[in-house]
C-alpha cells in the first residue's frame, strides 16, 4: 500500500534540518569497499549486485525492524495442555528467512562456482546491515556442511537440503522438505567453552542413539536439525539431532527463550533431551575434531558480520552527516566530524578487507592455504569484533540525542555489536586457538609471514610495525600476552591487505594510525589523514 509523504509544515513550526528519508539503498552499489575487496577475494560481484540491491530496499528494512521488534514467541503447550515445543515467528522473520536462503547464503560456498565461500562472506556483510539475527540460522547451516562430510549416508541425506536454496520454516520431517536449516546445541550450564566437561549423555539403541541431558545454549530451535555434543561409550562424541521424526516431534524439550541483550529476532534457548532420537556423526570420542569444522565456518561468519555492523552505523552516520548542519557548516565539512568518520572508517574498512582476504583463503586449494584459513579468520574475527562496538558508539554519538532513538537502526546495531565476539569462541579462547595453530601447524606461520612479507617495502611505517612486533615477539608468547601478540598482528595483516587491495591514501592512514605512530585513545585523536580520500570509501 503507498504511503502519503510526512508532513513538514506543522501547526507549531516546519520541520527542517533533518535528513530525507532513506528509502531503498543499494547496498552494493554504494559501498566501493566492498566493490573492491570482494573482487579481490574473487568473489561473484553480479550475485552481489542483485542481492545487494534487494536486501536494502525500504520493504526489507521494514522488515529488518519489524522481526526485531515482534520477537519470537515459544508456545510450549496447546489449549489442551498437550507438549509443542515450538517457537513462532512474526511472517517479517520468514520474509527475511526466504530472501537470504533464496539468495544462496548457505548454499553457495557449496555449489561449485569460483570465489563461493568469498561470495558468501560478503552475502553475511550484507545481510548484517539489515537484519543481523536471521544470519545465525543460515550461518548453520551453511557452517553444518563440512562437519556432515563425517558420515556419507546422513551427508547424502541431509546435505541436498541444507543446500537446496528453500527455505520452509514448517514443522515436518525431512522427507517431506524441500529445504531444511540446521542449528547447533553445544554448550552446557558445567563448561561453556570448555566443551569436553559436557555431561549430556548418549546411550545406543539400535542404529542410532538415545540423548539425555541440558544444553544451556540452543541456537535456532526450530532448526530441522542439530549438531550436538554428547558423551558416548568412547567419549565426547558428535551426533546429528532431528527435529522432527516421522512419527512426530522427537524428544526434544524448550525450556526458555534467552532474553538476550540484542539478535532479538532470533530464537536462542535452553533445551533438554528427554531421550531424543540421535545419529552419530564420526567416530565415537571424535566429537570435537567433527564440529570443529563447522565452528571453523562459523568464525568466517562471526568476522564478517562485525563489518557489516560497522558498515550500516557509519552508513547512517555519513548519511546524516551529510544532511544536517549545526553553527552554520554541514556536518561531513566539519574538521572535527571527519576526523572522527575517518578514524571510525579506517577500522570498518579494516574489518572488511582482512574478513574478505581470509574468505578467499577458504576458497584456496592446499594444506597451507587452509591452515592460514583457520588462523587468519581468528585473527579476523578477534580484531574485528573488539573494534565493533567502539565504531557503532561513536556512530551514534554522531547523531546526538536521535541515535539514542529507536526510530534510528543505532540502538539495534549497538545492541548487536558485542554477539559476533562471543559467539564461537570469546576473546580469550580466540587468542588461545591462535598460538595453538601457531605451534601444531607451523605451515600456517609461513603463509602468515608469506602474506606479510608481500607488503614489506611499500609503506615505511608497515615496515617499522613488523620490526617492532617482530622484537617484541621474537618467539610466541606466554599466555598472558595473547591479546597483545593477537591484536598486534592483526592489525599487520590487515594493513598488509589494504597495501595490496585498497586505495593508497587509505593504507597510508591506517599503517600511521594503527601501527605504534603516537595518538590519542578516542576516535577521531588522529593526525597526518587525507580524511577525504577515507570518507570516499562510504560512498554517496
Not at 198 to 220: I, M, P, Q, V
Not at 446 to 472: C, I, P, Y
Request: charged share 20%.
Amino acid at each position: 500500500m503507498p504511503h502519503l509523504p510526512p508532513r513538514s509544515d506543522l501547526p507549531t513550526h516546519e520541520v527542517t534540518n533533518q535528513p530525507p528519508a532513506r528509502g531503498d539503498i543499494d547496498l552494493w552499489a554504494s559501498d566501493p569497499a566492498l566493490q573492491t575487496h570482494a573482487g579481490a577475494a574473487g568473489a561473484d560481484a553480479a550475485h552481489l549486485a542483485g542481492y545487494g540491491a534487494k536486501i536494502g530496499t525500504e520493504e526489507m528494512q521494514a522488515a529488518g525492524r519489524v522481526a526485531n521488534r515482534q520477537v519470537p514467541e515459544l508456545v510450549q503447550f496447546d489449549a489442551g495442555g498437550r507438549r509443542l515445543d515450538e517457537v513462532r515467528f512474526h511472517p517479517a522473520y520468514h520474509r527475511l528467512m526466504e530472501a537470504g536462503v533464496g539468495a544462496g547464503y548457505s548454499a553457495i560456498a557449496w555449489e561449485g562456482a569460483t570465489g563461493g565461500h568469498a561470495t558468501h562472506a560478503a552475502m553475511v556483510y550484507l545481510t548484517s546491515q539489515i537484519e543481523p539475527g536471521v544470519c545465525c540460522p543460515m550461518t548453520m547451516t551453511y557452517a553444518a556442511v563440512p562437519a556432515m562430510r563425517a558420515d556419507e549416508g546422513l551427508f547424502g541425506e541431509w546435505v541436498p537440503k541444507l543446500t537446496s536454496r528453500v527455505y520452509d520454516g514448517s514443522a515436518r520431517p525431512l522427507g517431506r522438505k524441500p529445504g531444511a536449516t540446521m542449528g547447533m546445541a553445544m554448550t552446557e550450564k558445567q563448561g561453556g567453552s570448555d566443551v569436553r566437561a559436557n555431561a549430556t549423555e548418549a546411550t545406543r539403541d539400535g542404529e542410532a542413539y538415545r540423548l539425555h541431558g541440558h544444553k544451556w545454549f540452543c541456537s535456532a530451535p526450530m532448526s530441522d536439525g542439530f549438531l550436538t555434543l554428547a558423551q558416548a561409550e568412547g567419549g565426547l562424541t558428535c551426533f546429528l539431532v532431528p527435529r522432527w521424526l516421522e512419527e512426530g516431534r522427537n524428544a526434544i524439550r524448550i525450556q526458555r527463550l534467552k532474553d538476550k541483550l540484542g539478535n532479538r529476532s532470533n530464537a536462542s534457548s535452553e533445551i533438554e533431551y528427554e531421550g531424543a532420537v540421535a545419529y552419530r556423526l564420526g567416530e565415537e570420542g571424535a566429537g570435537v575434531r567433527t564440529i570443529i569444522e563447522m565452528v571453523h565456518h562459523t568464525r568466517l561468519d562471526t568476522a564478517m558480520a562485525p563489518a557489516g555492523l560497522m558498515r550500516a552505523a557509519l552508513d547512517h552516520a555519513w548519511y546524516w552527516a551529510r544532511h544536517r548542519t549545526a553553527f552554520q557548516k554541514q556536518l561531513s565539512d566539519q574538521p572535527l566530524m571527519r576526523a572522527v568518520l575517518a578514524d571510525l572508517a579506517l577500522d570498518w574498512e579494516g574489518a572488511l578487507a582482512l574478513g574478505m582476504h581470509v574468505a578467499r583463503s577458504f576458497d584456496s586449494q592446499g594444506e597451507g592455504h587452509r591452515a592460514f584459513a583457520r588462523l587468519g579468520v581468528a585473527l579476523a574475527k578477534f580484531l574485528g569484533n573488539k573494534l565493533c562496538p567502539n565504531v557503532v558508539y561513536e556512530a551514534m554519538e554522531c547523531l546526538g540525542g536521535m541515535g539514542y532513538v529507536e526510530e534510528t537502526p543505532m540502538p539495534l546495531l549497538y545492541r548487536e555489536a558485542p554477539l559476533n565476539s562471543i559467539w564461537e569462541g570469546s576473546g580469550n579462547v580466540i587468542c588461545l586457538d591462535i598460538l595453538r595453530t601457531l605451534r601444531k601447524a607451523p605451515e600456517a606461520g609461513e603463509v602468515l609471514a608469506a602474506e606479510l612479507g608481500r607488503a614489506t617495502g611499500q609503506d615505511a611505517r608497515f615496515d617499522a610495525g613488523l620490526k617492532a612486533h617482530m622484537e617484541r615477539f621474537p618467539k610466541l608468547p606466554e599466555e598472558g600476552q595473547a591479546r597483545w601478540y593477537v591484536e598486534s598482528l592483526a592489525s599487520l595483516l590487515t594493513a598488509a591487505v589494504l597495501i595490496r587491495n585498497a586505495p593508497r591514501p587509505v593504507a597510508e592512514a591506517y599503517a600511521a594510525t594503527r601501527l605504534g605512530a603516537p595518538r590519542g585513545r578516542v576516535a577521531g585523536a588522529i593526525s597526518g589523514v587525507d580524511t577525504g580520500a577515507v570518507l570516499a570509501r562510504l560512498g554517496e
